[in-house]
């Protein structure tokens, strides 16, 4: 059996731009912590200072997290309450913490968020894109091959789709995004949110990409990319002329050549209409 743990492990979101973000209720509970585990305890001190906040930080990064954890979870059943941050939004995030707090609550230790900023949720807030039902990828692969073949994965998604992006590969992402999800597709493209240069410009793939290729400003920053989900109406309309015209043709026609041209007059997978025949 685990001993009563005493201790508590926050989770404190904090601003990804506006320092003012950071809220009162954060501010205390990073005030009254014992400790505070940072990402960067560097990056953090600037923050906290700008708050008066005193308390002794601890670094937890992706390098260190698996060895930090037992000490940390050690201090939390012996009472200490510890405040995890990350250097912008909400830890586990894309950011370190889901070892800590995995730890910490098989060790019988109360883990509570402090609610607050999160790039992606932000981001699809304001975009105008289906909110109702959305899937997060965080940061797609760094080379071309592999993030197209992970984009390829989403092809058949109805749900509005949310990347993580660098200043240094929008540019490729975009392209990538486009040739894998159509350049017709509408998507969002929110960068540097909450700070001077806040821009969200929405357009269809191929607006965007060409947007951001033209403008060297539009390259800079930190990006929040939306894509909208497939049109699960529109492709099952296609679908359901396909199999018509797919009905007809095969009655001539071998199937393979009946699907190809079925495919080419209604746009829909020539393997979903070969799927008909089964
Ligand atoms: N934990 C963070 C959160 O809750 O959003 C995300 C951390 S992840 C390491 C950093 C990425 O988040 C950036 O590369 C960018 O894609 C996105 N991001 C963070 N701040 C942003 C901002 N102000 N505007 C747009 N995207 C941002």
Redesign the pocket.
């Given at each position: 059996m685990n001993a009563p743990a005493k201790g508590k492990l926050w989770i404190v979101?904090t601003p990804?731009?506006n320092l003012t973000d950071l809220s009162p209720r954060a501010q205390q509970v990073l005030r009254d912590a014992d400790l505070i585990a940072a990402e960067d305890t560097r990056h953090s001190a600037t923050l906290l200072a700008q708050f008066g906040i005193a308390t002794r930080t601890l670094a937890l990064h992706e390098h260190n997290e698996r060895e930090k954890t037992d000490e940390l979870v050690r201090r939390l059943r012996e009472g200490a309450q510890i405040a995890l941050v990350?250097?912008?939004?909400?830890?586990?995030?894309?950011?370190p913490g889901f070892r800590l707090v995995r730890a910490a609550r098989a060790a019988g230790v109360v883990v509570s968020p402090v609610p607050g900023?999160?790039?992606?949720?932000?981001?699809l807030s304001a975009a105008g894109l289906a909110s109702d039902r959305f899937v997060f990828e965080?940061?797609l692969p760094a080379k071309s091959a592999a993030r197209r073949a992970h984009l390829q994965t989403f092809s058949n998604e109805t749900r509005t789709l949310i990347?993580?992006?660098?200043s240094h590969r929008i540019e490729e992402c975009l392209h990538d995004c486009a040739r894998v999800f159509g350049a017709d597709r509408r998507a969002v493209l929110?960068?540097?949110?909450?700070?001077i240069y806040?821009t969200i410009l929405d357009g269809t793939l191929a607006d965007l990409s060409a947007r951001v290729s033209a403008d060297a400003d539009q390259r800079r920053?930190?990006?929040?990319l939306l894509v909208a989900g497939a049109d699960a109406e529109s492709d099952a309309a296609k679908l359901a002329e396909g199999r018509r015209v797919f009905e007809i043709l095969r009655r001539e026609l071998p199937p393979s050549r009946a699907a190809k041209i079925a495919a080419e007059i209604s746009g829909a997978p020539r393997k979903a209409l070969y799927a008909a025949l089964e």
């Open positions: 979101a990804i731009g990350c250097d912008a939004g909400t830890p586990l995030v894309s950011d900023p999160c790039a992606a949720i932000a981001a965080g940061f990347f993580y992006e660098s929110a960068r540097e949110l909450t700070k806040e920053g930190e990006f929040v």
